[in-house]
């Protein structure tokens, strides 16, 4: 056995996992902001110190702006979008990038309005800032409103009240400003509750008045009068949206996450949609002229509600969402490494697809919402318990339910179907009932056999059973108590023969699978939290309470490694798709790797906040971590699988160094987690954008088709130990050696005929008769000898293609021959070269050697070359069988030709072994 000891120091980065991107982080309790660009909608979403921008079309992300500061509030204007940060200050960005900053407020601010020009903004010392956007120079300042008369907690800006706004009080009064003249218009009295948000209505002088009592008023600003009054149970009017498609209907939402759909005809509720959300209703806007509704809770959800059936009710059309509590476990689905399967505290078990957010969802837990409506609970409190341990395998998905979970303070474990995304037929329930005491004998731990036949399920009494997943019986006990105390792991090897079992005891012991008896056990002497088998090496790892790792070969009945270095407690551990390495991850906010074979630490990151659970993709190119306070699913890229590394066991040094070491922050959404801003899709949003155009952003576009434009060798070789292909398709080199084949086969069968009567097209002569106006013979003109043959050879014709070569060759630079090569079909390569001059110094075909050893040399092109050679050799072969003078040009070709056809024989089958090694692997 040996022991590695991790105490000391690198960086807070790691040089094999750097930060990718995120899953799951949708949006937060900020409300959203809404723009309609042509003929496309977007919403911009808060997510921390990001924002996010959404395409309503499809809700499909298209860009990420990374702030570097908790957003505290958020609206859009045009290409810009001004966040509120860093307490009292304001800043503009556009694609991403920061381009002004409004610091005039003293308090840290709880609102922003952009009002054509002007941007509003509202802190907490009750005072208003008015910028001017283009200058971010204040405009006008509004610091005498008495908290105890008008404290300020929304404003809005009436349609075509020209520079006025209308600001809501805690005191339920309103008051209309002009803020060209700043002067207040007129104070409206209000209703007795505090305003909670106001909408302008798409009707001149009407506003929608939110109250914390749950009532919304239609209030007529310019007469003073409240046109109806309606009221929404359940709390606090947080969002207010009319439809603008020609229909009298309004939506109001409230912090209890429900949405009510008003007939402002009839003056009464329409319908209610309770619980569209699992937390408050933070934000609501119907799409220009579209029976859509967009809405976003704090939930960490954003969804689109079609009102397409007849009687006007709503469907869900699209969403996004994530957990709205923690995740507390993740581990990936399958093979191919597409799919994340996570548990959190919210009750929820989701799936998130690494490559489309389209396919990430919550698996169903039956008809929760209709049993809400029927009870008048909440949805949250029908859902099945917290889930603590799950464990899945696709081996058998289509036959019969492949995923099995354990419940908090829940005897029965569950099945679920993932072909159908949907809870499963069984419940497993242990045939021991209660435990000794009386207390219910709760589930703690599951795995399931390699086949997907069966499950292993592990009690807080100390017992395990065995169950068939697709009849949901049970199939026997592991002992009649496998641990004196909780099982807090249970896994079974690939083969199902051995099943291994850890207690919090300080037990690991190994079953035999058929008949469930003890081959091994052994004492760590501590308490054990959690294990994890790697199925294929047989190397059970595990955690124990003392912060140190121990990895047991289940096979060989031995404790083979022994790690230590966290100094907290380990919360969750995993295997590289090889077994090679051990990751674990701590409360002492460390990610740590470990080599197994060489018994040492390799890698060590430290982040921002402790990660709860760590899983490696099957495929070897990600690691997703989940962590504390944090709703997403965190991705980081293996460098190994895309750089060369040079892997080193980190050096010892003092817990003092590594304290010091500074945290990474977490990925984001899209693209590395830097500090910088960083576009996800530029290109798709300025395609919405160009309707409206604007100085900085012709000059982005410019820059960016410069950068498009810009041209890349991609045939020349980037290291001499690469052999490039041409970019020329196949089928202008692949058949040059043959085109004397190919025209004989096409030729055809029999010489074409005569027609049978003359075209009508023909030229006649002028006159009254009807005569063909043929051509006069010309007699053509004989040679010195006689002969009508033109002989070229003593001329001296020289075509162009010749010209080229000899140029080059006398030259020694051959780059614009080749490229001109490259540009000629087959037919015209194949004239040229049989065109080539055969006179006494051969002095052509020299040079077309020449050239052929030059490219063979630089290894370029290495197909065409091979064609070239194939079709002059063809050609000229007799000619150069028989010249002495041409013998050393062609044994300098032929050496050039072995040299480039052994390194390039080399490099197939370096390819091929290591393809073949990672099939094996996988």
């Known amino acids: 056995m040996e022991t590695a000891s991790d105490a000391g120091p690198a960086s807070a980065g790691s040089e094999i996992f750097k930060p990718y991107r995120a899953l799951g ?73 920061n381009v002004a900053e409004y610091v005039l407020n003293d308090a840290p601010i709880v609102a922003i309005l952009v009002m054509g020009s002007l941007l509003l903004t509202l802190d907490e010392q009750n005072v208003v800032v008015v910028y001017t956007i283009a200058t971010a120079e204040v405009f006008i300042e509004l610091d005498d409103m008495d908290d105890d008369h008008f404290a300020v907690t929304t404003m809005v800006h009436p349609s075509t009240y020209l520079n006025k706004v209308l600001f809501g009080s805690r005191q339920g009064r309103l008051q209309l400003w002009n803020l060209r003249s700043r002067r207040m218009v007129y104070e409206f009295e209000g209703y007795g509750s505090a305003v909670s948000c106001l909408e302008s209505a798409p009707v001149l002088d009407v506003v929608a008045v939110g109250h914390e009592d749950g009532c919304v008023v239609l209030l007529d600003i310019k007469q003073d009068s409240a046109l109806m009054k309606l ?18 209907m309004m939506v109001s939402g409230n912090n209890a996450g429900s949405i009510a759909i008003w007939d402002l005809g009839e003056k009464a509720v329409h319908s209610v949609l309770h619980n569209a959300h699992s937390g408050s209703v ?77 396919r990430s969802h919550e698996l169903s837990q039956g008809s929760v919402t209709k049993r809400a409506k029927q009870s008048g609970l909440s949805p949250e409190k029908l859902k099945l318990p917290p889930i603590v341990d799950f464990a899945a395998e696709e081996v058998r998905e289509r036959e019969w339910d492949n995923i099995v979970t354990a419940h908090s303070r829940d005897g029965k474990a569950r099945t679920w179907k993932w072909e159908n995304k949907k ?7 242990s045939p021991k009932g209660m435990s000794d005491d009386g207390n219910v004998r709760e589930a703690k731990s599951v795995a399931m056999s390699a086949c997907g036949n069966f499950t292993i399920v592990g009690y807080s009494t100390g017992h395990t059973e065995k169950f068939n997943v697709q009849s949901g019986l049970h199939r026997g006990s592991f002992g009649k108590r496998s641990h004196a105390s909780a099982v807090r792991g249970v896994a079974c090897d690939a083969l199902n023969r051995r099943v291994a079992t850890v ?72 295997w590289s798709p090889d077994g090679r390495w051990l990751l674990s991850s701590g409360m002492d906010n460390t990610i740590r790797v470990w080599d197994v074979p060489t018994g040492s630490p390799i890698s060590r990151i430290r982040v921002e906040s402790a990660a709860t659970s760590i899983t490696f ?63 996800v899709s530029d290109n798709t949003f300025k395609a919405h954008v160009e309707d409206e155009p604007d100085d900085d952003v012709d000059d982005v576009d410019t820059e960016l088709e410069t950068q498009s434009s810009m041209e890349v060798d991609t045939t020349t070789p980037q290291s001499a130990s690469l052999v490039t292909l041409s970019s020329v398709p196949k089928s202008r080199w692949a058949n040059l050696s043959n085109l ?50 033109l002989n070229f050879g003593k001329i001296g014709v020289v075509s162009p293609f010749q010209k080229a070569l000899i140029h080059a060759g006398e030259n020694e630079e051959f780059s614009e021959f080749g490229d001109t ?102």
């Open 740 to 789: 004397e084949d190919i025209k004989r086969r096409n030729k055809p069968t029999e010489p074409p005929k005569a027609p049978k009567a003359a075209p009508f097209f023909l030229p006649m002569k002028e006159g009254l008769q009807s005569e063909f106006a043929f051509a006069d013979d010309e007699t053509p003109e004989l040679g010195p000898d006689g002969s009508r043959v």
């Open 25 to 97: 982080e949708v949006c937060s309790h900020v409300p959203v902001a809404v723009q309609h660009r042509g003929n496309d909608h977007f919403v911009t979403t808060v997510v921390g110190d990001a924002y996010h921008v959404y395409n309503c079309k499809k809700l499909n992300l298209v860009s990420v702006g990374l702030v570097g500061n908790p957003i505290r509030c958020i609206a859009v204007s045009k290409d810009l979008v001004f966040v509120a940060e860093r307490d009292c200050v304001v800043s503009s960005w556009r694609r991403g990038k």
């Open 503 to 574: 207690g919090h005891d300080g037990y690991v012991k190994i079953w035999n699978f058929s008949s469930c008896k003890l081959e091994w056990k052994t004492s760590l002497d501590v308490p054990i939290i959690a294990s994890e088998l790697h199925r294929e090496s047989a190397l059970l790892a595990i955690a124990c309470q003392d912060f140190s790792l121990h990895v047991i070969d289940i096979e060989g009945h031995r404790l083979v490694r022994t790690f230590s270095g966290h100094s907290n407690r380990i919360t969750d551990m995993c």
């Open 821 to 922: 090569l490259k540009e000629m079909t087959p037919a015209q390569i194949d004239l040229e070269v049989r065109s080539l001059q055969v006179d006494e110094d051969l002095t052509q075909l020299k040079h077309f050697l020449t050239f052929l050893a030059h490219q063979l040399k630089g290894k370029r092109d290495f197909e065409l070359t091979q064609a070239y050679l194939h079709l002059f050799l063809k050609v000229h072969g007799d000619v150069l069988r028989g010249s002495e003078e041409m013998s050393a040009v062609l044994r300098s070709t032929l050496d050039e030709h072995e040299i480039c056809w052994v390194h390039l024989e080399g490099l197939f089958q370096h390819a091929i072994c290591t393809a073949s090694f990672l099939k094996g692997q996988v």
């Open 231 to 248: 009221y929404q149970e359940g709390g606090v009017i947080t969002a207010v949206s009319f439809r603008t498609d020609g229909l009298q």
């Open 617 to 679: 993709s099957p495929t070897a190119d990600y690691l997703a971590t989940t962590h504390v306070d944090r709703l997403g699913i965190y991705l980081w890229a293996n460098c190994t699988m895309y750089t060369d590394s040079m892997i080193k066991p980190l050096d010892l040094a003092s817990d003092d160094e590594e304290e010091d070491m500074s945290s990474i922050p977490l990925p984001r959404s899209r693209g590395k987690g830097a500090v910088e801003s960083e576009v």
């Open 423 to 429: 809870l499963g037929s069984y419940q497993l329930v």
């Open 282 to 358: 933070t934000s609501l806007s119907y799409l220009a002229s579209q029976p859509v509704l967009l809405s976003a809770g704090a939930c960490n959800s954003l969804k689109m509600w079609a009102f397409d059936q007849s009687d006007n009710g709503a469907r869900v059309l699209r969403l996004r969402e994530g957990h709205s509590l923690p995740p507390t476990k993740a581990r990936y689905y399958g093979s191919d490494g597409r799919f994340v399967l996570s548990v959190g505290a919210d009750r929820s078990f989701r799936t998130f697809c690494l490559y489309s957010d389209a």
